[in-house]
């Protein structure tokens, strides 16, 4: 039985610390390689310009570890780190919990508004308030059960001094109309660098909701931007359809469970799910349509086109970077850390179908040059990615892993 095997069982027996080299340290600085995709496609649509899917693959040349925190989560979906190291995480059923740098995780912090966790909803993602130092507000997504079906909303409260309840906790925003199914909530809410919150919100996945990512009247599969009181922000694009809501940022988004700010330029980033076939990067532009459904790169799940079927129409923008089969990405981040260097600006994905942490490499032309696959031997699905206050990555997944990533 080889070493990588008998490492990989460790950490299953074990469910708590292990490491392992996932390359060696003579490897060449992120040398290129062929496409890390090898399986057939779905499709055989065209790319609408080179390298905007299966680009060129690389390899980290450092040496780095994954290891295992704690195994003992359930069904973990966003994380976030504290000033003091710890992480702050939020689990599907509705319960938030602390995760100690050794593995610690507390009771459920209790005074949050009950979710509907049926199907993909639940309490999703997660983030801090820039002052959390001094004002410890959390902001979080979730699907609510309203009259009339449910909706993505998010919340808002202090996280306790004793940190065994969230203080005042109340609902800023409602994702409306809602809508009576359990799929497509979208879920990630992150700042940007105006302190405004971003919120992603999905179509809800049915036919009878689908068009509604163009609609800007709805708030369905959409990018929304408010500000800490969730109200619209100011400066926020003018769509020009009839009774566009005011809190729109862009619009024509499938199931958007990504989001990061680009820590250079402060642009907003996000990756959707796609159909069979499509899963998308984005570079997200103040007023912008990203085309759902109208242009895809994906088919039905019965192996139906969509629509035209059409991957590109004036007026409707490109994925930065699509892939075909799917990975089912999630949540994500920006490395910017000086641990190792050549992951500096890398953008790194969870992947669910995919079962591996997505890296890639974009130039200074917003273009992605380069993709690696880690933890692909881990046999996780990855829901969400952050960095910690030490540099370090921090991942979560599924089946309830707690992973750190750092180099040897």
Sequence with gaps: MNQRLLTTLGCVLALSSC?????????????????????????SYAPAFAGQTRTSGVVTGASYRATVV?????????????PDGRLLVTEKAGTMRLVTAAGAVSAPI???????????????????DPEFASNRLVYWSFSEARPGGNLTAIGKGRLATDERTVEGASVIYRAEPAY???LHYGGRVVFDRAGNLLVSTGERSDLATRPQAQVASSALGKIIRITRDGQPAAGNPTFAQAGARPELYSIGHRNPQGLAVHPTTGELWQSEHGPRGGDELNRIRAGANYGWPTITYGIEYSGQPIGGPLQQSA?????????????SPSGMTFYTGNRIAEWQNNL?????SGQHIVRLVLNTNNQVVGEERLLASEGQRFRDVTQGTDGALYAITDQGRLYRIDRQ
């Design 19 to 43: 490491s392992r080299d996932e390359d060696a340290a003579t490897t060449p600085s992120s040398a290129t390689t062929t496409p890390v995709e090898t399986s057939a496609s779905n499709t």
């Design 70 to 82: 704690t195994s003992a989560l359930t069904s973990p979906w966003g994380v976030v780190g504290l």
């Design 110 to 128: 209790t005074g949050l508004p009950a979710v509907n966790p049926a199907g993909q909803g639940g309490l999703l993602g997660l983030c801090l």
């Design 180 to 182: 009576a199914g359990a």
């Design 315 to 327: 007026g409707l923008e490109q994925p930065a970077y699509y892939w075909d089969p799917v990975v």
């Design 348 to 352: 790194f994905i969870g992947t669910l």
